[in-house]
């Protein structure tokens, strides 16, 4: 008898063409995202891949903090929850299983985004309401 291993593997490339350059990539912040409020094919895509069962929250999404909570979810201007307040974006892809609710994150807080890049339909900056406590992001 003989025992043949098999192994497989995948690689994901995050698509980062919503960051305009490299500026404050490199002092990100970890925070925690509450993955209930983020909605699926728009912030995060479910495995389709039986062999790899972990979803991928997407780099570039832009997160504000819940106060309540203290975790992130997706900025949303007319949320009155603290997701208003722009905290800034998600810097790289993370991977989570599909029971898990509470995810670990690189938070670009500092830097340039493309506007039109941002995924789930870009990012409109008229509705950013300044504030000491947002992000320190320039849009073009």
Same mark, same amino acid.
């Given at each position: $008898?003989? /025992?043949?291993? /098999?192994? *497989?593997?995948?690689? +994901?490339?995050?698509?980062?063409? !919503?960051?305009?350059? $490299? &500026? ?17 094919? %728009? &912030? @995060? ?8 069962? +972990? ?7 832009? %997160?504000?903090?819940?106060?309540? *909570?203290?975790?992130?979810?997706? @900025? ?8 208003? %307040?722009?905290?800034?974006? /998600? ?17 670009? !807080? &500092? ?11 870009? /990012?409109?900056? *008229? ?14």
């Amino acid at each position: $008898m003989t /025992i043949q291993p /098999i192994s *497989s593997s995948a690689s +994901y490339t995050a698509d980062r063409s !919503w960051l305009a350059g $490299m &500026h404050g990539t490199d002092s990100t912040e970890t925070i925690t995202c509450d993955i209930t409020k983020f909605t699926k094919d %728009v &912030h @995060y895509q479910a495995s389709t891949d039986s062999t790899q069962p +972990y979803s991928r929250l997407l780099s570039g999404v832009p %997160v504000g903090r819940v106060t309540a *909570s203290g975790l992130f979810g997706p @900025y949303d201007p007319a949320a009155a929850d603290g997701r208003q %307040v722009l905290a800034g974006l /998600i810097f790289a892809e993370t991977l989570f299983a599909p029971t898990q609710t509470k995810v670990a994150a690189a938070l670009l !807080w &500092h830097g340039t985004v493309r506007t039109a890049k941002v995924p789930g339909g870009g /990012i409109d900056p *008229s509705k950013i309401v300044p504030s000491a406590a947002a992000a320190q992001i320039r849009f073009v």
